[in-house]
């Protein structure tokens, strides 16, 4: 039997190649008749918490990124997937983690990601995230280095 491809899970960085990503996420998502959530994972800031912070303070300041990055999501999902059935979700921690988190908890049988993200071809060849992601998943991923 054929593996089904109900529910992808594209996880995006909100930099240049997040477009390039959904464009590909939607040829998969309409190909394969499957929806689509797409996943931005704001990086924790625990660590901050160390270097003498008030926690108010640092508590603050993520519910201020964690409104901003779900106002950019939800300027990202804006005609973007159309003909698809898509979600925009936002998380908040270490973004290997979460995003395999977020696979498990909506079924996805897929995830589509970039291999890097603002750092840069340069410095980090495959990207740290996605690296860990593929290492990891028990689900088939899709990795696209953006052009």
């Not at 593996?3 to 998969?28: C, G, N, R």
């Not at 003498?52 to 997937?81: D, T």
Request: with cysteine.
């Amino acid at each position: 039997m054929a593996p089904q491809v109900k529910t992808i899970l594209l996880a995006v960085d909100f930099s240049e190649a997040a477009q390039y990503l959904a464009e590909y996420a939607s040829i998969f998502a309409k190909g394969l008749g499957a929806r689509l959530l797409v996943l931005y994972v704001s990086p924790s800031m625990n660590r901050y918490a160390s270097l003498y912070v008030p926690a108010a303070n640092i508590q603050s300041l993520v519910e201020q990124i964690l409104e901003g990055a779900n106002r950019v999501m939800g300027e990202f999902m804006l005609g973007r997937f159309v003909g698809v059935a898509a979600e925009g979700r936002v998380e908040y921690g270490y973004a290997p983690e979460k995003i395999l988190e977020a696979a498990g908890s909506c079924g996805a049988d897929m995830i589509i990601m970039g291999t890097h993200g603002r750092r840069g071809v340069e410095r980090i060849p495959f990207g740290s995230v996605a690296e860990k992601v593929v290492k990891t998943s028990k689900i088939p991923v899709l990795t696209i280095r953006p052009a």
